[in-house]
């Protein structure tokens, strides 16, 4: 496997983005106090809080399960609640601590992995009358959010309060963010994509496709779009994360996605929101 020829700085960066913002510009998730995110740097770790039912984090470095136990704790200090995400991002931590955090009960389904393209993009066209439109207003960004909760719940249509929650989550992060939508041919919207636009590396985080819509290629074509648009920007890298064992994972890696620059595990309590 080739690594992107950025990959030491790539990394860094973003790391950086889940943790700690220290760099030139606001970062995407650290601390980026005009989009409501701050994080603050703790002896266990850092505690990061924004918007969002998944706002509140605590980034664990420490890897002594007694320190972990005092972390989760001053956490629901600093939080004021127990509803809180823990992001571990170092596979020989996460580990070490897992019957600790379970113990506290916080489980993981799967980890996180954020892919960076190497070489060429190798993308289908899609359909031949597909067209790709950016968010402009909330209106739009209304119906950007409903698909997207529908794309991942695989149709089933979001409770109002839970499309209100992503809706403020999407408004908080517009500012750093290009969010998108694509029909085919005369069709309502039926699939949305969304990266990250504060930064020389350049991230897609959310891309979905509607089920009827599916195996069309419409996620390859978007994905295309963009890499396009970044690449004469000039960024230094593009992006993508997803679940690291997921169908999705597979066909990025496919498309020429090979470098894993990031790792987290993203762990929450039962019953927690995501």
Known sequence: MTDHPHHDLVAAEVRSWYTDWTGRSPGPT???????????KAPFGYLRDGPGPAGRRLVLTVDDPASAREALRSAADYFGSEHFDVWVDDR??????ESTLGEAGFHAP???????LVGPLRAGGGPADLRIREVTDDESLRLWGRLKLVGFADGEEPAPARWEEELAVRRAEWPISRYELASVGDSEPVAILAHYTASPDQMVFLLTTLVAFRH?????AMLAHWARRAQA????SLLINCDEHGRPADLY???GFTDPVYWHRRYQREGAGS
């Not at 069309?216 to 390859?220: H, K, L, M, V």
């Open 253 to 255: 890696r496919r498309m």
């Open 92 to 97: 020989d931590r996460a580990s070490r601590l």
């Open 110 to 116: 799967d980890a996180t992995v954020v892919l960076a």
């Open 30 to 40: 650290g601390s980026t106090p005009d989009i409501g995110v701050r994080s603050h």
């Open 216 to 220: 069309r290629g419409i996620a390859q």
């Open 233 to 236: 920007q000039g960024v230094r």
